[in-house]
């Protein structure tokens, strides 16, 4: 005898984890397919929330709502699965130019809510500091293994969750319902990142994937109480350990780490850290990005069976939770999900793969 649920999702990264939880909440049905042998972008993402970004230090994208709504929901599934992975980690900014210390003074002046000066005194047995400090508060870390991987087991012991490698050609379109293996559902939720690029039915959304790579390095004696930012990032990871990158790479040949990326970091590493350090680890990772930069959110303009929540690229720590529910509300309550990021704006293109 089939199960039956209103909703079937594809992928537990990062997206699929709080579409989950969005449908737990809000006391829905639902299952979820994750294939374990497939890597997560998550899983090797910094799991930075930094609300300004860029060279020219500017708030990032609605990050006045999306902020809140983002650290509200951490802090709520916290308590749900009695773990902590969310900590406030402010970012020192070691300008690495003239130009960039100049930008971060000027933005100090125009439109700032969360930069503020730091002291290079204090930092001057760490750093190398030639072109001064500043830093960004409202800044915050994920473990966002430990979370993944604390939601998963919640799943599975509530038989929500399913180990498999979900192919499309395993799907059965009924009139308004679709049957997977042994399941019925009213919809199937796409949240499998770059596997949406070999979805027929989304295959033409402009994806753009890039190659993200980064080193865990062990530095003794670094507080872990900040991120630090210079030429390159170094993010708390755990013990001693910190993560350090990140490499954006829209043109590969390979999955495979670089000895360019490394030599590259460490070279960089050299110049402004005074402490010694040790490199453990090199990780890479694909991000599912794509050219507007802008999430692809809401169901196929043809097939109604469909939805699909994805396109989160780089800022993804902060996007997932708000967006995950802009479906939710979608699919439940019909109402509108936000123009920039709704799948509508791709209906001509998407209506032609029929």
């Known amino acids: 005898m089939k199960e039956k649920v209103k909703y079937l999702i594809v992928g537990q990264g990062l997206v699929g984890t709080w579409m989950s939880y969005h449908l737990e909440q809000a006391g829905v049905s639902y299952k979820i397919i994750n294939d374990p042998n497939i890597q997560s972008a998550s899983s090797v993402a ?47 900014l070691l300008h690495p130019s003239q130009q960039m210390q100049e930008s971060f003074e000027y933005r100090l002046l125009h439109d700032n809510v969360y930069l503020y000066k730091q002291d290079p005194s204090k930092w001057k047995l760490f750093f190398e500091t030639p072109f001064g400090m500043g830093a960004i508060n409202n800044c915050y870390w994920i473990d966002l293994n430990k979370m993944i991987s604390s939601w998963q087991t919640f799943l599975a012991t509530e038989n929500k969750y399913i180990t498999a490698h979900f192919e499309m ?16 559902a009213s919809q199937i939720i796409f949240c499998d990142g770059l596997n949406s690029m070999n979805n027929p039915y989304f295959k033409a959304l402009p994806f753009a994937p ?17 991120i630090y930012k210079n030429a390159v990032t170094m993010v708390p990871w755990k013990d001693d350990l910190f993560w350090v990158g990140s490499s954006y790479e829209w043109e590969f040949n390979n999955i495979a780490p670089t000895e360019a990326f490394k030599q590259k970091i460490t070279q960089s590493l050299d110049q402004f850290l005074k402490i010694p350090y040790e490199i453990v680890d090199h990780l890479v990772g694909i991000r599912p990005a794509n050219t507007q930069r802008r999430p692809f959110i809401g169901v196929h303009p043809i097939h ?16 997932a939770p708000y967006f995950t529910n802009e479906l939710l509300q979608l699919l439940e309550h019909n109402l509108p999900v936000e123009p920039e990021a709704s799948l509508k704006r791709f209906d001509t293109i998407l209506t032609s793969l029929k």
Not at 210 to 226: C, Q, T
């Open 169 to 184: 050609n395993d799907v059965n379109f009924l009139e308004n319902e679709i049957v997977w293996k042994e399941i019925i």
């Open 210 to 226: 890039n190659k993200g790579e980064a080193l865990i390095i062990k530095v003794p004696g670094l507080s872990k109480e900040h």
């Open 46 to 92: 910094s799991g930075v929330i930094n609300p300004v970004t860029g060279r020219r230090i500017v708030q990032t994208w609605m990050i006045e709502t999306i902020l809140p709504f983002a650290v509200n929901a951490y802090k709520k599934m916290e308590q749900q699965l009695n773990i902590d992975f969310i900590k406030p980690s402010p970012v020192i």
């Open 304 to 319: 109604k069976q469909l939805a699909i929540c994805n396109g989160m690229g780089t800022k993804g720590c902060s996007l």
